[in-house]
């Protein structure tokens, strides 16, 4: 598998030099109106995303997008403050001085330009369930960390171990059913562990896609769920060199985070990095503080790449370093967490910010080469990666670990866009992963194993003057190779050899029925194979508070979804009704059957008693929907207003299934006022209601609801290097006790963090 990857950078860039030769070079003109008045829209932002190309407009609303071929048809994407998002199919070949007209709109982005699907779309012509959110509301948010910053999203919420750790769960499904995309590349980070969170900088993120429902047309396994992609940001234009510095604090778990940025442009040349620091302690609630709940991190990443009339190529790498705290009991029953010796550990202590025993200590490498050949009129678009994980867990010693995982992933992902044929748009694609993992600890989890998956895909777009439809389907392979492990005489793991395969389909279309109303629509198929702690697992779960048991014998999932969607766009008034239904053959999840325990040996000699989880399979439906209503009857207030609803059933014994998320409602107010030298600012209030969670199965208990109450404020600074941006947040302001359902804390009376206010700054310079 390593010799086809090596074969295939070789071909691939043998040929290079014959496209960056081949295609003509041109530059694309156009101007930016607004659309009642007639009069230029100085400094509008023009994208083409397929072309990593970025320009904006001078003082008579002109721009020049330079170093584009010659011909070919992309999607061109245009945003002004006040002005409407619009994006249009551009033929580079016979349009010349295109012109614009930009309509004022307090919904600046109701036009949302879709990346993770074979063509740029706008969501006028997507048949799947997309919400994106962009870098100022990831800011704004407070979110420890990138899954928690979005975690508000209808549909979208995370099974949370602290601050420090959260996975995303889309319509009820999440761990390896969910894939996270970065840098173009599938995330490989040992997924399957509750308390294993995705390995990304949170500053990186320029913009955030979340595909809700099956995505295995485009994605293979592990998209059964939906697909969270982390998209970084457009480099500058042509001759720009520009860089920014961001800092935040948050008064719960005195998170201090920072992050340093510098990018440029020369003449096509395109460059980046970025160092982030991110350090707290234990988070709180009441007047308690959770000992060695506290997290540091450190990332380094960067980009070096070419954007020329031939495409573009980007080669990015980073490294991402974290150790975090892992709490091993719950308070007593007075509410007080204690040490060996059952002294009450005091606040001092608890608020230290030195991570003590027991911890993780995470670094995650990584290496992507995405790329994008234009092709005459078509498109060969790569992404080529590496991975290593390095996964250790420190109990009784800072030095040597317990647990130690290596994982080492290489992956491809080669689709070509074939020119368009009248109003067809035709693509196929070829994804596969080879992975290998080592234990090099002395306490074993999950057993060695490599795997090698392979997928291969066809998918056809037609687009009509009022939408659009796509059909396509997929053949994956996978195979799964468990090593035999015997330690001190005892058998550990026994060894399997395991092949799935699956055909997968998707049919869905878009259609404007009315002025501003879209119907959508979308029947697919999903397909995953088992993980390896599902297939393999026996020991101990470290900050799970479990004992996990694997069955090799498990069948892959198999799913199919239905999805109805209608969205309303007006200029003072948006609605969008999401409404789906799945149902998953060979459902695989943990339980603890019979309160089945299994006795645990510690150093010191005491004994501990863990419950034993095991994986098992059923047929399950999930079935919900998400409601958004936003209203700005003055252009200044904005009353936004969302809800979401899951339900699982276990179709073996008509009973929920484990890990769903309450049903909830969020209603936030924002006060966008004009103040005089100043530019966005707002002012915030929200309301998050998370209803009672009654239905659970047999090992989980009752959720109550609650509420709670959000606020912040911000404004920016306009400067010679661009917007100087301060925000204050404030979650939880009454300072609830409360457990979310899916808090890994919740079954050790954990509660969920209280009140806290976070402070941020973005300056621009250079």
Same mark, same amino acid.
Not at 7 to 13: M, R
Not at 196 to 217: M, N, T, W, Y
Not at 593 to 605: A, I, L, R, V
């Given at each position: 598998?390593?010799?086809?990857?090596?074969? @295939?950078?070789?071909?691939?860039?043998?040929?290079?030099?014959?496209?960056?030769?081949?295609?003509?070079?041109?530059?694309?003109?156009?101007?930016?109106?607004?659309?009642?008045?007639?009069?230029?829209?100085?400094?509008?932002?023009?994208?083409?995303?397929?072309?990593?190309?970025?320009?904006?407009?001078?003082? =008579?609303?002109?721009?020049?997008?330079?170093?584009?071929?010659?011909?070919?048809?992309?999607?061109?994407?245009?945003?002004?403050?006040?002005?409407?998002?619009?994006?249009? @199919?551009?033929?580079?070949?016979? =349009?010349?001085?295109?012109?614009?007209?930009?309509?004022?709109?307090?919904?600046?982005?109701?036009?949302?330009?879709?990346?993770?699907?074979?063509?740029?779309?706008?969501?006028?012509?997507?048949?799947?369930?997309?919400?994106?959110?962009?870098? *100022?509301?990831?800011?704004?948010?407070?979110?420890?960390?990138?899954?928690?910053?979005?975690?508000?999203?209808?549909?979208?919420?995370?099974?949370?171990?602290?601050?420090?750790?959260?996975?995303?769960?889309?319509?009820?499904?999440?761990?390896?059913?969910?894939?996270?995309?970065?840098? +173009?590349?599938?995330?490989?980070?040992?997924?399957?562990?509750?308390?294993?969170?995705?390995?990304?900088?949170?500053?990186?993120?320029?913009?955030?896609?979340?595909?809700?429902?099956?995505?295995?047309?485009?994605?293979?396994?592990?998209?059964?769920?939906?697909?969270?992609?982390?998209?970084?940001?457009?480099?500058?234009?042509?001759?720009?060199?520009? +860089?920014?510095?961001?800092?935040?604090?948050?008064?719960?778990?005195?998170?201090?985070?920072?992050?340093?940025?510098? =990018?440029?442009?020369?003449?096509?040349?395109?460059?980046?990095?970025?160092?982030?620091?991110?350090?707290?302690?234990?988070?709180?609630?009441?007047?308690?503080?959770?000992?060695?709940?506290?997290?540091?991190?450190?990332?380094?990443?960067?980009?070096?790449?070419?954007?020329?009339?031939?495409?573009?190529?980007?080669?990015?790498?980073?490294?991402?370093? *974290?150790?975090?705290?892992?709490?091993?009991?719950?308070?007593?029953?007075?509410?007080?967490?204690?040490?060996?010796?059952?002294?009450?550990?005091?606040?001092?202590?608890?608020?230290?910010?030195?991570?003590?025993?027991?911890?993780?200590?995470?670094?995650?490498?990584?290496?992507?080469?995405?790329?994008?050949?234009?092709?005459?009129?078509?498109?060969?678009?790569?992404?080529?990666?590496?991975?290593?994980?390095?996964?250790?867990?420190?109990?009784?010693?800072?030095?040597?670990?317990?647990?130690?995982?290596?994982?080492?992933?290489?992956?491809?992902?080669?689709?070509?866009?074939?020119?368009?044929?009248?109003?067809?748009?035709?693509?196929?694609?070829?994804?596969?992963?080879?992975?290998?993992?080592?234990?090099?600890?002395?306490?074993?989890?999950?057993?060695?194993?490599?795997?090698?998956?392979?997928?291969?895909?066809?998918?056809?777009?037609?687009?009509?003057?009022?939408?659009?439809?796509?059909?396509?389907?997929?053949?994956?392979?996978?195979?799964?190779?468990?090593?035999?492990?015997?330690?001190? +005489?005892?058998?550990?793991?026994?060894?399997?050899?395991?092949?799935?395969?699956?055909?997968?389909?998707?049919?869905?279309?878009?259609?404007?029925?009315?002025?501003?109303?879209?119907?959508?629509?979308?029947?697919?198929?999903?397909?995953?194979?088992?993980?390896?702690?599902?297939?393999?697992?026996?020991?101990?779960?470290?900050?799970?508070?479990?004992?996990?048991?694997?069955?090799?014998?498990?069948?892959?999932?198999?799913?199919?979804?239905?999805?109805?969607?209608?969205?309303?766009?007006?200029?003072?008034?948006?609605?969008?009704?999401?409404?789906?239904?799945?149902?998953?053959?060979?459902?695989?999840?943990?339980?603890?059957?019979?309160?089945?325990?299994?006795?645990?040996?510690?150093?010191?000699?005491?004994?501990?008693?863990?419950?034993?989880?095991?994986?098992?399979?059923?047929?399950?439906?999930?079935?919900?929907?998400?409601?958004?209503?936003?209203?700005?009857?003055?252009?200044?207030?904005?009353?936004?207003?969302?809800?979401?609803?899951?339900?699982?059933?276990?179709?073996?014994?008509?009973?929920?299934?484990?890990?769903?998320?309450?049903?909830?409602?969020?209603?936030?107010?924002?006060?966008?006022?004009?103040?005089?030298?100043?530019?966005?600012?707002?002012?915030?209030?929200?309301?998050?209601?998370?209803?009672?969670?009654?239905?659970?199965?047999?090992?989980?208990?009752?959720?109550?609801?609650? *509420?709670?109450?959000?606020?912040?404020?911000?404004?920016?600074?306009?400067?010679?290097?661009?917007?100087?941006?301060?925000?204050?947040?404030?979650?939880?302001?009454?300072?609830?006790?409360?457990?979310?359902?899916?808090?890994?804390?919740?079954?050790?009376?954990?509660?969920?963090?209280?009140?806290?206010?976070?402070? +941020?700054?973005?300056?621009?310079?250079?």
């Amino acid at each position: 598998m390593k010799r086809v990857h090596l074969l @295939l950078f070789i071909a691939l860039y043998l040929f290079f030099p014959v496209l960056s030769f081949a295609t003509e070079v041109a530059q694309f003109r156009g101007k930016v109106i607004d659309a009642d008045m007639k009069s230029p829209l100085p400094g509008a932002t023009i994208y083409i995303t397929d072309l990593k190309a970025i320009t904006s407009t001078n003082e =008579q609303g002109e721009f020049i997008l330079k170093n584009v071929p010659a011909k070919g048809k992309f999607l061109l994407e245009v945003r002004f403050v006040g002005y409407k998002t619009y994006s249009v @199919l551009v033929d580079l070949g016979s =349009q010349h001085n295109l012109v614009i007209p930009l309509s004022a709109s307090v919904i600046e982005s109701a036009e949302v330009v879709i990346t993770g699907t074979p063509f740029s779309s706008n969501n006028k012509t997507n048949s799947l369930s997309v919400v994106t959110v962009g870098k *100022t509301k990831l800011a704004q948010s407070g979110g420890t960390n990138l899954i928690d910053a979005i975690a508000k999203i209808p549909g979208v919420s995370q099974v949370s171990t602290g601050g420090a750790i959260s996975k995303p769960i889309i319509r009820g499904l999440g761990y390896n059913r969910v894939l996270t995309m970065v840098d +173009g590349a599938r995330e490989e980070a040992q997924q399957w562990g509750d308390e294993h969170g995705i390995q990304v900088d949170q500053f990186s993120a320029a913009r955030i896609e979340i595909l809700k429902g099956p995505a295995s047309l485009l994605y293979g396994s592990d998209a059964l769920g939906g697909v969270i992609n982390v998209i970084d940001d457009l480099v500058p234009a042509p001759g720009v060199y520009n +860089g920014a510095f961001s800092s935040t604090y948050s008064t719960n778990n005195g998170l201090s985070a920072s992050s340093l940025m510098l =990018q440029g442009n020369d003449d096509g040349f395109v460059y980046r990095g970025r160092a982030s620091y991110k350090n707290a302690y234990g988070f709180g609630y009441k007047n308690t503080t959770v000992p060695n709940s506290g997290f540091n991190e450190l990332d380094f990443n960067g980009m070096l790449g070419l954007n020329k009339s031939w495409g573009y190529s980007h080669l990015s790498f980073s490294r991402f370093h *974290t150790n975090i705290g892992l709490v091993e009991n719950g308070p007593n029953a007075d509410g007080n967490f204690v040490n060996e010796d059952g002294d009450v550990i005091p606040q001092s202590e608890a608020k230290e910010r030195a991570v003590g025993l027991p911890f993780q200590n995470l670094t995650h490498y990584r290496a992507a080469l995405n790329s994008n050949f234009i092709l005459g009129k078509g498109q060969l678009k790569t992404v080529f990666a590496f991975q290593s994980n390095i996964r250790k867990e420190f109990e009784e010693s800072a030095q040597e670990p317990g647990l130690n995982l290596n994982l080492k992933s290489y992956t491809y992902d080669v689709k070509y866009n074939f020119p368009n044929l009248g109003e067809w748009q035709p693509a196929v694609g070829v994804q596969g992963m080879y992975q290998n993992n080592v234990n090099s600890g002395e306490e074993f989890l999950i057993p060695d194993y490599n795997s090698n998956n392979i997928g291969a895909f066809v998918y056809l777009k037609r687009n009509f003057t009022k939408g659009a439809i796509n059909a396509g389907v997929r053949y994956d392979y996978k195979k799964m190779n468990g090593k035999d492990l015997s330690f001190n +005489g005892e058998q550990i793991f026994n060894g399997f050899n395991n092949e799935f395969s699956n055909m997968s389909g998707s049919l869905g279309f878009a259609f404007e029925v009315a002025k501003n109303l879209v119907l959508k629509g979308n029947a697919g198929s999903g397909f995953r194979a088992p993980n390896i702690a599902e297939l393999g697992a026996n020991g101990r779960h470290e900050g799970t508070f479990r004992y996990e048991i694997g069955n090799s014998n498990l069948k892959q999932e198999t799913s199919l979804q239905f999805d109805l969607g209608l969205e309303y766009t007006a200029e003072q008034v948006t609605f969008g009704l999401n409404a789906y239904a799945n149902r998953i053959f060979n459902y695989i999840y943990p339980g603890n059957f019979n309160n089945e325990t299994m006795p645990f040996d510690n150093e010191d000699g005491s004994v501990e008693t863990l419950p034993v989880y095991r994986y098992v399979q059923t047929n399950a439906d999930l079935f919900g929907g998400e409601a958004s209503v936003d209203f700005h009857i003055v252009k200044s207030l904005h009353f936004e207003n969302s809800f979401s609803y899951t339900k699982g059933v276990n179709r073996a014994n008509d009973e929920a299934l484990p890990f769903i998320p309450a049903a909830s409602i969020s209603n936030e107010i924002r006060f966008e006022p004009n103040v005089k030298g100043l530019a966005d600012t707002y002012f915030k209030v929200g309301v998050t209601n998370t209803f009672k969670q009654a239905r659970f199965d047999s090992f989980e208990t009752q959720t109550n609801g609650y *509420t709670l109450l959000d606020a912040g404020f911000g404004t920016s600074f306009n400067t010679d290097k661009g917007k100087l941006n301060v925000w204050v947040t404030g979650q939880n302001l009454l300072n609830k006790e409360y457990y979310n359902h899916l808090s890994r804390y919740k079954p050790v009376g954990i509660y969920n963090p209280g009140r806290n206010v976070t402070f +941020g700054i973005s300056v621009p310079f250079l």
